[in-house]
């Protein structure tokens, strides 16, 4: 990057910490530290929500995503709207009125204290090992551009977001989420505009379009039903609502985020901002990296998008086997430029038999280059087993490190930065107002004093900081961090909305029978989901319904299951 990019860059995030820490000076008490008071309008609310589930992962891999898998991934998110109404209705209204600090607060009053941790327990292993996949992505960027190993990245980006949220608690989260969202949108019109720019003379939004849908990449709908399909409309709509449902209705991070509303009406607003804003946001986000797809038909692409794995192999013993296959990857790459601007002639007659003949062609020409790339990534495993052969993650990184002008690079990577300090900062908040509040004040020192409290929260902050760096070292292993941090929660996510719901709705189970419930469904989906027994976004649903059967049956074998376990 140049001057003016790292100035860009220190500046923005530099006034983004010094904002959030001065908006939440005087946060001296639990109350103020962990619910900020509950005094924030609907407009925070909604932004500091939609802040907290656009980490780094949606502007760095959903780009990648996109580009390797088209317009899919959107269906993901169909089943919002729907969970924002219910959570309105339902969730919103009993967690403002019973005044708690933690979503589980209510299950130990509906249920019993054994319920309540268990609940709080799966939500803190699911959000500690998520927020370590949000702290890699940034650490990636650091990496791929200062070209040092990616440990002292993490470490330096997790150090960051510790000290201003040990510092300001839930207030400095919810500001600096402000300023943050004001920022991300901005950017992310003008890298959409940029990218479209950069496309060829004479080809038109409309061309754009139409050649990324000939390559498959306008696959914004599926309307097959299909099980074992991760992204179409069924799985989207039915699974995705469960998902969305037990993300915002029993996450401890997004149920944080909307207690601190100054009213059941400011955080039901917020809730339906999200629902309104989010799937067009994601979409655009989605589109962008179609931009990116259309653009590297024109302009040749890196063989591997991740520079540091290329630069290893090149050092090593396999580096003139590597750079042959490199020279044969650019002549495979003219190859394919060149059909592809046959393509783009044949869509301007009009005439849809030369437009299905230089569709055939590009793709054979595609598959040439993805052979090749395939063969440089076999000589980069070659040269280190250990290689970490998917660059899905890297593609957006290097189209604005490369191709971007001045400043700009700067901003888009500030962009980057803020999404993953405001998501983990949210996070971090979270994992600490429950471990303090469900677990330390109501079960190991349930009378100490408020200085105490204040203690212990920004003690629990700390070390789940620490945790959550340690898991985003390993994250590396995981893929593409979009699905990644998805795959995670829905082996979690199901489970928990199931023991919401039968609270909620089912009075004549009590605790002992929603708890076996509970322990069994997630035996059950932990299985499921190891096996690939069907596409991940379905667990949630099945977790949901399986806690509301399985309780519903210990309920029926007599006295809320205790005459059949109370041995076990």
């Known amino acids: 990057m140049s001057l003016i990019d790292w100035i860009v860059l220190a500046v923005t995030i530099l006034t983004i910490v010094l904002y959030g820490t001065w908006k939440s000076r005087g946060s001296q008490n639990i109350n103020s530290y962990l619910l900020g008071d509950q005094s924030l309008p609907w407009y925070h609310v909604g932004l500091s929500v939609m802040a907290t589930q656009a980490s780094a992962i949606t502007f760095l891999s959903a780009p990648g ?62 959000r500690g090992l998520s927020t370590g996949i949000t702290i890699y992505a940034p650490s990636i960027i650091l990496s791929a551009i200062l070209h040092i190993n990616i440990t002292y990245t993490t470490l330096f980006i997790g150090g960051i977001v510790i000290c201003y949220t040990v510092y300001g608690g839930t207030k400095a989260v919810s500001y600096t989420q402000l300023l943050q969202m004001s920022i991300i949108f901005g950017g992310l019109f003008v890298a959409g505009f940029m990218v479209f720019n950069l496309l060829p003379a004479g080809t038109s939004f409309g061309h754009t379009l139409r050649l990324a849908g000939k390559l498959g990449r306008m696959n914004v709908i599926d309307w097959k039903f299909d099980i074992n399909n991760r992204y179409n409309i069924w799985s989207g709509i039915i699974g995705g609502f469960f998902l969305q449902l037990s993300y915002f209705g029993t996450d401890q991070s997004q149920v944080g985020r909307y207690l601190t509303g100054s009213s059941i009406g400011q955080s039901r607003l917020g809730l339906i901002m999200n629902g309104l804003v989010k799937i067009p946001m994601q979409f655009l986000i989605l589109l962008i990296g179609v931009l990116v797809f ?105 189209f604005v490190t490369q191709y971007l002008p001045k400043g700009l690079i700067g901003l888009l990577i500030a962009i980057i930065f803020l999404a993953s300090m405001g998501s983990m900062a949210s996070a971090l908040n979270s994992l600490a107002s429950t471990t303090v509040v469900d677990i330390y004040k109501r079960m190991i020192n349930p009378n100490a004093s408020a200085e105490n409290y204040m203690m212990a929260s920004r003690t629990a902050t700390v070390v789940w900081g620490l945790v959550c760096i340690g898991m985003a070292l390993y994250a590396s292993h995981l893929g593409n961090l979009l699905e990644a941090v998805n795959q995670l929660g829905s082996y ?65 074998l007599g006295n809320n299951g205790r005459k059949v376990f109370s041995k076990t």
Request: aromatic letters at 16%; proline letters at 2%.
């Open 492 to 556: 979690i996510y199901g489970t928990i909305l199931g023991v919401f719901v039968v609270a909620f709705y089912v009075k004549r189970v009590q605790g002992h029978a929603v708890f076996i419930a509970a322990i069994i469904t997630e035996v059950i989906i932990c299985i499921c989901g190891y096996y690939q027994v069907v596409a991940y976004l379905w667990l949630n649903a099945i977790g949901c319904f399986l806690v509301i059967g399985i309780a519903l049956l210990v309920s029926l």
């Open 294 to 398: 259309v653009f590297y038909q024109f302009n040749k692409p890196p063989v591997f998008f991740n520079n540091y794995e290329v630069e290893q192999v090149k050092k090593g013993t396999f580096v003139a086997e590597f750079n042959k296959i490199e020279q044969q990857y650019t002549v495979a790459f003219q190859q394919k430029k060149a059909r592809t601007e046959t393509l783009i002639n044949a869509l301007n007659t009009h005439n849809e038999q030369l437009i299905k003949l230089a569709q055939a062609d590009l793709k054979l020409a595609e598959t040439a280059v993805g052979n090749t790339r395939n063969q440089a990534i076999a000589v980069m495993k070659k040269n280190d087993p250990k290689t970490d052969v998917n660059d899905t993650n890297y593609v957006f990184l290097t």
């Open 65 to 126: 995503q996109a580009y390797s898998d088209g317009m899919r991934f959107v269906q993901f998110y169909f089943g919002l709207p729907l969970a924002m109404i219910v959570l309105c209705i339902t969730f919103v209204p009993i967690f403002h009125k019973l005044k708690v600090f933690t979503a589980y607060e209510y299950l130990e009053q509906r249920f019993d204290l054994k319920t309540r941790a268990l609940t709080a327990f799966l939500f803190l292993i699911q």
